[in-house]
């Protein structure tokens, strides 16, 4: 299956803090590479990196300059290679226009949260209707303690939680977009049934 016409977003804001307050949280540099390296691995179209921020922007940007740029480019290039598919935005409507102008069609959302919702769609189902369906996808994944619940609601789907052996139900993002992406672009394992 090709992953080419999907995209992922890490949303800083809106996202909700312990507190259930709106907040922006701050880009960490593990989300950066890590998460640049797993798109990269998924043969994904882009990483959007969406904070409204002019500082944590000229962070990401300084990052990129080092890694895509300057030393860290002949020091690690596939470390360049990986972080070549990362673009900041400033808004969620920024990155769906930037994937708009880039495919011609306004991308599918799919939003991601550790809470079940009644219309939450599962692995298998999304699998197959992003190796069947025409794209683009823009899966959002939210830092803090999730994307606050319009954007969510407001989806053309939910995926459901990452359900582990446990009760614990806390992954870092990085760890969340790993699982998600291999449940849904990687080779199948165990058949693509219903679950």
């Given at each position: 299956m090709s992953a080419a016409c999907v995209y992922i977003g890490l949303v800083h804001y809106?996202?909700?803090n312990k507190k259930g307050e709106l907040i922006a949280t701050s880009v960490t540099n593990l989300d950066l590479h890590d998460i640049s390296r797993i798109g990269a691995t998924y043969a994904v179209a882009g990483y959007l990196v969406i904070h409204p921020h002019l500082a944590q922007q000229r962070l990401v940007a300084e990052i990129l300059h080092y890694w895509v740029e300057g030393y860290?480019?002949?020091y690690n290039p596939d470390r360049k290679q990986a972080l070549q598919g990362l673009t900041t935005v400033s808004s969620l409507a920024e990155a769906i226009g930037l994937i708009e102008r880039n495919e011609g069609r306004r991308p599918k959302i799919v939003t991601t949260d550790a809470?079940?919702?009644p219309n939450s769609i599962?692995?298998?189902?999304?699998?197959r209707k992003i190796s069947t369906e025409e794209g683009p996808w823009l899966l959002l994944f939210g830092t803090g303690f999730g994307l606050d619940r319009q954007?969510?609601?407001?989806a053309d789907y939910i995926l459901e939680p990452?359900?582990?052996r446990g009760e614990y139900n806390h992954l870092s993002v990085r760890s969340a977009v790993a699982i998600i992406l291999d449940r849904l672009l990687g080779p199948s394992f165990l058949g693509d049934k219903e679950n």
């Open positions: 809106p996202v909700y860290g480019a002949e809470r079940l919702f599962g692995y298998c189902p999304l699998r954007t969510t609601e407001s990452v359900w582990g």
